[in-house]
C-alpha cells in the first residue's frame, strides 16, 4: 500500500506531529507492504509530481517543530502561480494523475477548509483520501477542535498579556489584532483568556460608539486603559447591512491598512485619545504547538492512520466528546463553524463583564 | 446575600481566574444587596471565623496569578493542624456556626475530591454551597475538565522536553516523576505531549521487565536514550495483586523515596544501564494559569454566579461538550474518574508506539 | 528624608523591579527617617504635584510585573499634552515648585535618553537626583546594560523564531520589523540569536540590492527562505546620503507605513517574490522582565539606594565589568550609544555568514 | 585541514549552537581544504576513534536544539565505564593515537572544568586544541559567561517563581535545590531573580539558625511563607569547619538524599514547621538556549574558528567586557572560579534584605 501524504493552506502548529502521528502508527507496516511518500508544498507537489518516499527516521524529533517538513501552498485554484496558466480542471486532472502514476493507494491531506474543498474534489474524482483537521481558526465543520488552535490561542493570549502592562503604564487604549478571518474563536478565547475589556469578532458587528463607551465606563470606574481584542475579519454595523458587492467596494476604499487601524481612527474620533494597534501576525501560526495540540494532533494522526489500515477512506478525523471519530468528507468539505453570536461563551464573556462591541 | 468563597485542598493554576470569574459576573450587584466575603485557607477559615469583606478591586490583576488569593489548606478532617484536638463533628459544627454567625446565604467552594466530600457535607447540613472543580489531576468524576490540569500538563510536558535533550545527549535512560497519585491523566497526556517511550499510570500495574525490555528495544532500533513519564502512584503488577493491607505494609518498607527510585533500581537490575530520576514536583502546580485555563476558570466562575442567582445550590459546575453544565454534589462527592485502561486514548498511545509498562 | 521616585518614557520590563529594589533597600529605613513618595505617570506628575506616599507592602509581589506601578508618560517637553500651553521653562519651573513644596530631598529617575536630560535639567537647577537607565534599546551611554533590553531580546528572538517554521513551511522570504529608532542593538541580538540570514540596523545604511543578493545566493545554496531582521530607524544608502532636511522631506513622502514595507516593495521588485511583514510592536516591551532583567534592575536598584544613603547625587547607577558604579549625569545625559559599524560582534554576524545588509 | 569537535561532560544549553558557530564560520572553506569531523560521546569518541566527516547541513536548525548532536561523557578519567580496564595513560595514548590516525590538524573541545583539564593535557602532549567553556555553573576561570549560564538562570528562576504561588497559598517553607556542586552562581542569581528570601551557595557556609531566624523574621512581619534557594553544594558551618576527610565520612553518613532534606529537617526542629523540597534536577540543564546564550556561543563559535585559522591552539575563547579574547588553557585549566563571599552581588543581595543563611 502506497500512501501520499500532503500539508496545505497555511501552516499551523501541530503539522508534524500529526505527520509523525500518522507514520508512527504505521511504523511496524512500514517495509512490510507499507510505503509512505511525502508530496511537496502541498497540492503544488500533488500537480507537479513532486513527492519522495519517506523512512521512519524523517519523523523523528518533529513532535515539538513548529511548520511542516513537507511545506505546504496556498489556494491551488485561486492564487497558485505554478503553473498558473492551468484552469482549475486542468490542476485537477493533473492531480488524478500524479495518483494514478504514482499508485498512490491513499492520500493523507492535512488542511482547513480550502483544502477540504479540494480534498473533497478527489474524493468524487475516485482517489481515496483521509483528511486532518488543521487551522489556528478552529472553524471547521465537524470537529470540536483542529490543531493549531489552542496553540494559537496560548500566543495570541501572551500577546495582550504583555500589551497589558504597557497600557496600564501609559493609561491607553490598545487594539491588539488577532488572526480570523471568518470566525471569531481565537480572539474570542484569547480575549477572555487575557483579560480584554472588549471582543470584536466576525459574527457580531461592532459599534465604534458602544466600544467607545465601553472604554468610557471603565475610565468613569477608575481604569484608566483599555484594551480591545479585533478580529482581522471585523466587520461594523454598517457594513453587515450592505450587500457583498457594496461591503468589497466599501473595503477597497478603506484609507486603513486593516479594520483594526479604522476602529483606532474612530475611536480617536469619538474618545479624543489616541489609540495604538499592534497586531502579532504570523507570529501567531508559527513555532512550536502547545503540549495539548501535540496530543490532539497525534491522536487525529493515529486514527487518520487506522482508518486507512480499515480501508475507511472519504472521511475526516473530528474529535467529539474527547473522542476521535470519522466523519465523512462529503457533510464537512466547504462547510464553515463560525461563533453563534448567542452561544454560551459569548454570554459568558458578557456576564464577565465584557464587552462585545455591539 | 452574603456569598462566602474559600478554596481548599492543594493549589493549582486557575484558582483566581476563577473566583474573579464568580466576582466580576456579580460586580454589578456588588454594593446592591450582594457581598462576598474571603474565607481564608479553606475549610481552616471556616472552622475558625476567619473571613473578611471582599470588594471588586480584590480580584483586580489576579486573572494570570498563581495560587489563591484567599489562602488554602490540606484535608480539614485528617491532617489539619489546627485546632488539632477537635474530632470530625466537632469541626463541622464550627463551620455550620460560623456559616450561621456570618449570616452567609451560601459558599462557593473551589477545590478537589476531598474539598468536594466535605462541601456534600454542610449541603447535607442545611448549606447552600456552589462548587468548582479544580484539580491538576483531572480526576474529579463528572466533569470532562478541570481547571489546572491543562496547566499542568503543559509543565510537565516542558519538563520532558527538556529531559529530552539531556537523555539524547548522553544516551541515558530518565524516568519523570509527574504528580498523581490515583489518576493518570497528567501523565498520559503530558507523556504523549512530549514523546516520552513508556508512561506507566496507577491505572496499569507495571512490569519493570515488560519496561527494560521496550528500552531495549528502542535501543535496538539504534535509540541510545529513552524516556520513561511515571505518576508517582504507579503501582507494580505484584503490588496490584496485593490486599490494601499488604500494599500499606509493603510500601512502608520499600526503602525508596518514592516508586520512581524504585523503578528505577528495578531496571538498572534488568538492563545494566545507570538510570536517572527527574521529579519536577510542586513546580507542575504553581505559576500562571494557561490561557485555555484562565478561559474554562472564568467560565465556571460566571456560571457558578449564574447558579446562585437562580438559587440552584448543591451543584458542581462541570465541562460537558464544550458546555457549563450543573452536576448535583450528591452524584459526584467522592468518586473518583480515573483512566480506564482501555480508553480510547490509552489505545491511541499504543497505537503510537509507546509502551504502557505492561 | 523624603524621596521622590518616578518612571519616564516608554515603559519597558524591569521598572518594578528596579523600585522594588531602591524600596528594598531602604525597608529597615523606612518610618524611621526615610519616606518613599512615588510621582504618577513621569514628569507629568512631577509638574501637577500628583505624589503619594508608598509604603513597603506597595513593594510586594512586583519583582515580575511588567510596566510600572507609578505609570509613565513620554517627552515631557515636546509631546506632553497636559498642561499643552506650558513653555519649557513653564514646565520646569512648575516641577522645581513641586520638589519644593512637597520637600523631596533628592528624586530617583527611571528612563532612558530623553528622561536622562530632563534630570540633568534638574540637577542643574539645583535638584538631587539619582538615575537609573532603563530602556530596551540599550543606547544609554555609560553603561554597558540598560534594563529591558535582555527581555526584549528574549522576546524578539522568539517572534523570529516562530516566523521560522511559518518561512520555511511556506518558502518565503520574511521581515520581522524589531524596536529600535536610532540603535541597532534590539535586532542585532535577536537576529544573532534566532538565526536571521539579513540584520539591518539603522547604523548600517541598507542596499536593497545586497539584501536581494543575499536571499538569492540562499535560494542558490537550497535554502527557500530568508529571514530579515530589520530594525525600525532602518535607512537606506540613499538616505544615509541626504541632509537631515531632505531625509526628514523623503520620509514624510513615504508611502509606506514604515521602512520594513517599503523594503519589502523593494524586495518584491529585486526577486520577484512575495515578502512578508511581521511588527511585533509594543509586545517586545510589555509582560514579566526576564531573569537577567530582574537581577540587573535589583542591583541598581539596590546601587541607587545605597547612592542617597552616603549624598552622591548628580549620578546615573551603570554596569560596567559585572560592576555597579557611579556616572555623573553630565557624562552620559544626551549621549547616545549606538553600533559600531566595525565593531566585533558585527564582524562576528559577517563572519557567521550573515549579511548586515550592506 | 581536518578539524575534530567533540563536547564532552554534562550537557547543557548552546553546546549545538557554539558547534554551528565553529561551522558556519568555516562553511567557504568547508571542501576547500577544511574537513569537520564529529567525535562521538566526547573523549569516549577520541579515545575510541568513534567521528564522522560532518557537513554543512549538519549544523542546519541545530541553533535552539537542547543537548549536542556529538553527544557526550562525563569524566573520562574517573568513571568512564568504557573502556573500564584502561589506566589514566592508556587512555591518553589512545586519545593521541586516534588524533594521529585521523590526521586531526586540531581539536576543538567544548566542556567544563574537568573537560580542560583533559584538554590541556592532550595540548601538553602536542595536540592543537581550542576550547570553548560550557557550563551551567559558570565557574570556569578566566571567563566572565561561559554558555548554558543564563538559559539555566532562567529555568531555576521560573521554578521558583512557581513555587512562590504555591508557597504563599500554603502559608508554607520551600527549599528549591539548585544544580550547583562548587559553585554558587546559578543559585546566587536565581535566588535573586525570583525574589528568594535566602539563598544558600556553597562559598558561604550556612548556619540552620539563621535561616530560621530569617523565616522567623518574615512571620513576625505578617510573611507566612519564605522561598530558600539551595545550591546542592551548600555546606553548613559544622561542615566547613572538617577536615577533607572528616567531611567526606559525614556526608557518607547522612541520612538524606541530599543538603536540602538535611536542612529541612534541622528548619522543621527548628521553627516547628514542615519544610518542602523540590528539586528541579536536570531540567536545569536541558531544552533550547536563551536568546542570551545563543549569542555568546555563536561568538565564542566564530571566535574558536577565527584562532583556528590563525593558528593561535592552545587557547580558550572566553567573554572580557563583551568581547571574546583568547585565554592560554594553561593559565585555566584545572582553576574554578567561585563566587568571592564579599563580592559586590553577594552584598547587594544582602542589601535588598535576604538572607545568605550566614
Chains 1, 2, 3, 4 share one sequence.
Request: hydrophobic letters at 40%; glycine letters at 10%; one cysteine or more.
Amino acid at each position: 500500500m502506497k500512501i501520499g501524504m500532503l500539508t496545505s493552506g497555511g501552516d499551523c502548529q501541530g503539522l508534524n506531529a500529526a505527520l509523525r502521528g500518522v507514520a508512527k502508527t504505521l511504523y511496524n507496516e512500514m517495509g512490510k507492504g507499507v510505503t509512505l511518500y511525502g508530496i511537496r508544498d502541498g497540492y503544488r507537489g500533488l500537480i507537479e509530481g513532486d513527492y519522495h518516499e519517506m523512512k521512519p527516521d524523517d519523523f523523528s524529533d518533529i513532535l515539538t517543530l513548529g511548520g511542516t517538513i513537507l511545506g505546504t501552498s496556498r489556494q491551488p485554484f485561486k492564487q497558485m502561480q505554478r503553473p498558473e496558466e492551468d484552469s482549475e480542471q486542468t490542476k485537477l486532472d493533473k492531480m488524478l494523475k500524479t495518483v494514478k502514476k504514482a499508485g498512490f493507494d491513499c492520500l493523507v491531506i492535512l488542511g482547513g477548509n480550502g483544502t477540504h474543498k479540494t480534498a473533497n474534489l478527489l474524493r468524487e474524482n475516485g482517489v481515496n483520501v483521509v483528511t486532518l483537521p488543521k487551522t489556528i481558526d478552529n472553524d471547521l465543520w465537524g470537529t470540536e477542535l483542529t490543531f493549531g488552535f489552542q496553540s494559537a490561542v496560548n500566543i495570541a493570549s501572551e500577546v495582550i498579556d504583555s500589551i497589558h502592562s504597557t497600557a496600564f503604564s501609559h493609561s491607553r487604549v490598545f487594539i491588539v489584532e488577532i488572526m480570523g478571518h471568518k470566525a471569531g474563536w481565537l480572539t474570542l478565547h484569547a480575549g477572555i483568556a487575557s483579560g480584554a475589556d472588549v471582543i470584536v469578532i466576525p459574527e457580531i458587528p461592532y459599534s465604534a460608539k458602544k466600544i467607545a463607551q465601553a472604554i468610557e465606563k471603565r475610565a468613569k470606574d477608575g481604569k484608566r486603559f483599555s484594551i480591545i481584542a479585533v478580529a482581522e475579519g471585523a466587520v461594523s454595523r454598517e457594513e453587515a447591512a450592505m450587500s457583498k458587492k457594496e461591503f468589497k467596494a466599501a473595503r477597497e476604499a478603506m484609507p486603513y491598512p486593516s479594520v483594526s487601524y479604522r476602529l483606532a481612527a474612530e475611536l480617536k474620533e469619538l474618545t479624543g485619545q489616541e489609540i495604538r494597534v499592534t497586531i502579532p501576525g504570523h507570529f501567531q501560526r508559527g513555532g512550536a504547538p502547545c503540549a495539548a495540540d501535540r496530543v490532539l494532533s497525534s491522536r487525529f494522526g493515529a486514527a487518520a492512520a487506522e482508518l486507512i489500515r480499515e480501508g475507511k477512506f472519504g472521511n475526516m478525523v473530528a474529535l467529539r466528546d474527547d473522542k476521535i471519530v470519522a466523519v465523512p468528507l462529503s457533510e464537512v468539505a466547504g462547510k464553515l463553524k463560525t461563533v453563534p453570536p448567542d452561544c454560551e461563551i459569548v454570554a459568558q464573556a458578557r456576564a464577565l463583564g465584557l464587552s462585545m462591541g455591539d
